[in-house]
C-alpha cells in the first residue's frame, strides 16, 4: 500500500488533507484516484488508512478509515553530528540515516569543511534535506521523522551535547580504542551522541575540545572512510548492536 505524509492534527472528523506537497505526489506522481486506498503517516509516530475521496493537483483528501497500530522502536534515541559534506552528499545521509533508524542529525561546521552555507541559502537547504527525509519515511515505512537540526559549529555542538551520557567521536588517529570496544561498554537503551568528522578530517584542536567536554575518540578500523561512508556505517554499526534490526511482530 502506498504511504504519504500528512501533517500532525490535519484531520477534522475522519476527513484527511494532505499538504500540497504530498498532493502532488498522490495525483501526479502515484496517479492514484478517488476510491484508492493509502497509509498516511504525521511523522510524530501516528499512521492511518486513507480512502482517498478527492483528487486533484493541488487538493487530495481521503476519509480516515482507521488508526493503525504503531510500530514500536526498542532501540535507544541515537544523535549523529555530521561534518558538511560537499555536493548533495548531505542528501545521501540524511535519505540513508532515515532509513537505518537515526533519531537525529545534526550539521557542523568544522575547521576543515569546506561547505560554508551562506545564511540566505540554509533555509533552502534545510527544506530540501527535510524532503529527502520525508521521502525515505515514506518508502521505508519509518513513522517517526528524523529530526534534523539547524547547522552548529563543533565547539557550540560540543557544548550543547556535553551533558550526553555516551559520547563518541569518530576519529582516523585513535590508535588503541575502536567503536567496538565502546559499544560492548554500552548500557542498554542508553542515548548515544556521535560525532564524524569533515573529508579532511579533524585538526588537533578540535579533537582536544570534544575530549574536554567528554568526548571519547574511537577508532572506525584501518581506512579511511568518506564522510558519508562513516556517517552511514557508524549509524548501521550502533544501530544492529542496539537491536533495532530485530523483527517487530505485529507490523501492518
Do not use: N
Not at 62 to 86: D, F, N, W, Y
Not at 194 to 203: A, K, M, N, R, Y
Amino acid at each position: 500500500m502506498h504511504r504519504v505524509r500528512i501533517a500532525s492534527g490535519s484531520h477534522a472528523g475522519d476527513t484527511i488533507t494532505l499538504p500540497q506537497a504530498e498532493a502532488h505526489y498522490v495525483a501526479r506522481v502515484l496517479r492514484l484516484h478517488s476510491g484508492h486506498e493509502v497509509q498516511a503517516f504525521d511523522g510524530a509516530g501516528q499512521h492511518y488508512r486513507l480512502r482517498l475521496t478527492l483528487v486533484s493537483p493541488t487538493t487530495v483528501q481521503g476519509q480516515l478509515l482507521e488508526l493503525l497500530s504503531p510500530i514500536t522502536v526498542g532501540a535507544a534515541p541515537l544523535t549523529l553530528g555530521q561534518a558538511l559534506p560537499k555536493g548533495a552528499k548531505m542528501d545521501l545521509i540524511v535519505e540513508k540515516c532515515t532509513e537505518l533508524g537515526l533519531s537525529t542529525l545534526v550539521p557542523v561546521y568544522t575547521t576543515r569543511t569546506v561547505v560554508r552555507e551562506v545564511a540566505a541559502r540554509l533555509p533552502e537547504k534545510l527544506a530540501r534535506w527535510q524532503r529527502v527525509g520525508v521521502a525515505a519515511a515514506r518508502q521505508c515505512g519509518r513513522q517517526v521523522l528524523l529530526e534534523l537540526c539547524s547547522p552548529l559549529p563543533w565547539a557550540d555542538f560540543c557544548a550543547r551535547y556535553s551533558s550526553a551520557p555516551v559520547k563518541l567521536v569518530c576519529w582516523e588517529e585513535e590508535p588503541y580504542y575502536s567503536l567496538r570496544q565502546a559499544l560492548t561498554t554500552l548500557p542498554a537503551q542508553q542515548p548515544l551522541v556521535v560525532l564524524i568528522g569533515p573529508e579532511g578530517g579533524l585538526t588537533p584542536e578540535e579533537v582536544a575540545l570534544a575530549r574536554a567536554h567528554g568526548f571519547v575518540t574511537v577508532s572506525l578500523g584501518p581506512h579511511i572512510l568518506r564522510t558519508e561512508t562513516a556517517a552511514i556505517a557508524v549509524t548501521s554499526i550502533i544501530r544492529y548492536h542496539l537491536g533495532a534490526f530485530e523483527p517487530q511482530g505485529g507490523r501492518s
